[in-house]
Structures are given as structure tokens and as C-alpha cells.
Antibody
């Protein structure tokens, strides 16, 4: 069955970068894209960016452009999120989620990765 | 960017009550809207997609409606398992999603 398994929690200092990984199982990787969504403590869901499993095309939330990069490794079926110049506002649970094609919701979610930014 | 305005932010209901959550889009998203349920400490899951289609396995007490740019999620008879935060999400823009602010449902 479809599964998305994320990397372990991370602790970073302000100004640093972090990479969170999402390994996928149970479907044809090239057929679907993966989004990243985060949730700050006690806050709502914020979509961050998307990558195509087919050709690696990306789309990013305007607020994060310049600080975010999403990449994929087709050989390991893994998607990576890199976030740079971290501040305390980036402290959140980061989720990866697989789409179901164009104009479809995010049906399959990873378990979440806590990223803490603290000096 | 399309903005999604969701209300109320919190909802307190008794078991068996009928409750409704509203989500308004800042421009047309056609019927490309989903509702998610996020229990405490868990990842979100899809309840409704395409504004009114019930996801497989979701209880029939959940329903969705669309009227122009206004969308509603209704729980016909609230159950204890429904304690969660509910989010709307538009997916009309090409792989660029927007979520509402969320509605926390509590049981009285």
C-alpha cells in the first residue's frame, strides 16, 4: 500500500539549514507528485511546495521562495525538502503528502518530522 | 494567491448535535475543494473532495456542499470520535494549494 516515511526530528540553530526526507513506497513514483506542508505549534496547515515525480518540476509558496528547495531522487524514491536561513518561526512539524494528479487532494501523508529552531 | 477564510475557529458541541463549518474562497475555485480532519497528534486525512464527494471509508454523517465560492462541511450527528481540527483546502491552482485556518471541534 502507499506509504510515506519521513526522516527523524531535527534541531537547528537560527541561520542554519535543514533537510527533511520523505521515502515513498507502494506506487509508481513517476506518476504522482509530492507536496510539503508544515504546522507550527498550535497553528494551522501551511502548504510549502510541490515536486513532480515525473520530471522534477517544482512549485513553491511565494512566502518561502528563495529559502526552499525541493528535490527528488528517483533511484531511492525519496523526496527532500531543504529550508535555509532558519528562524524560530520555522519551528514546526513538516509533513510530506502525495497528490493524486492534477486537481485532487492530498490523500497520503507521512508521519511528520519535527524541526526545532533554537539557539 | 487564493485565500481561504474558514469559520468558526472553534466549535463546542454535544454528542448528537448537527454542526456546520464554513469556508469562503477569495475567488472561484470551482468545486476543487477538500475537507480534512486532523485528530490531535495525527496527520490530516481527507473527508470530502470535489466539494461534496465523500472519501471512501468516511462515515455518512459527514457531508459537503458548495454555493459559489462558499463551501460547508456538516456533521449531522457529532460523535466523540469527531474531536479534531477540520481544514478546508483548495486545489484549483496547478499544484499550489491553500488551506483554511482550521476549526477545532470540542465535545461539551
Amino acid at each position: 500500500q502507499v506509504q510515506l516515511v519521513q526522516s527523524a526530528a531535527e534541531l537547528r540553530k537560527p541561520g542554519a539549514s535543514v533537510t527533511v526526507s520523505c521515502k515513498t513506497f507502494g506506487y509508481t513514483f513517476a506518476n504522482y507528485g509530492v507536496s510539503w506542508v508544515r504546522q507550527a505549534p498550535g497553528q494551522g496547515l501551511q502548504w510549502l511546495g510541490w515536486i513532480s515525480g515525473y520530471n522534477g518540476n517544482t512549485n513553491y509558496a511565494q512566502k518561502l521562495k528563495g529559502r526552499i528547495t525541493v528535490t527528488r531522487d528517483t533511484s531511492t524514491r525519496t523526496v527532500h525538502l531543504e529550508l535555509r536561513s532558519l528562524t524560530s518561526d520555522d519551528t514546526a512539524i513538516y509533513y510530506c503528502a502525495r497528490d493524486q494528479g492534477v486537481a485532487a487532494p492530498l490523500r497520503y501523508w507521512g508521519q511528520g518530522t519535527l524541526v526545532t529552531v533554537s539557539s | 494567491d487564493i485565500q481561504m477564510t474558514q469559520s468558526p475557529s472553534t466549535l463546542s458541541a454535544s454528542v448528537g448535535d448537527r454542526v456546520t463549518i464554513t469556508c469562503r474562497a477569495s475567488q472561484s475555485v470551482d468545486y476543487w475543494l477538500a475537507w480534512y480532519q486532523q485528530p490531535p497528534g495525527e496527520a490530516p486525512r481527507v473527508l470530502i473532495y470535489n466539494a461534496s464527494t465523500l472519501e471512501s471509508g468516511v462515515p455518512s454523517r459527514f457531508s459537503g456542499r458548495r454555493s459559489g465560492t462558499e463551501f460547508t462541511l456538516t456533521i449531522s450527528s457529532v460523535q466523540p470520535d469527531d474531536v479534531a481540527t477540520y481544514y478546508c483546502q483548495q486545489y484549483s491552482t496547478y499544484f499550489a494549494y491553500t488551506f483554511g485556518q482550521g476549526t477545532k471541534l470540542e465535545i461539551k
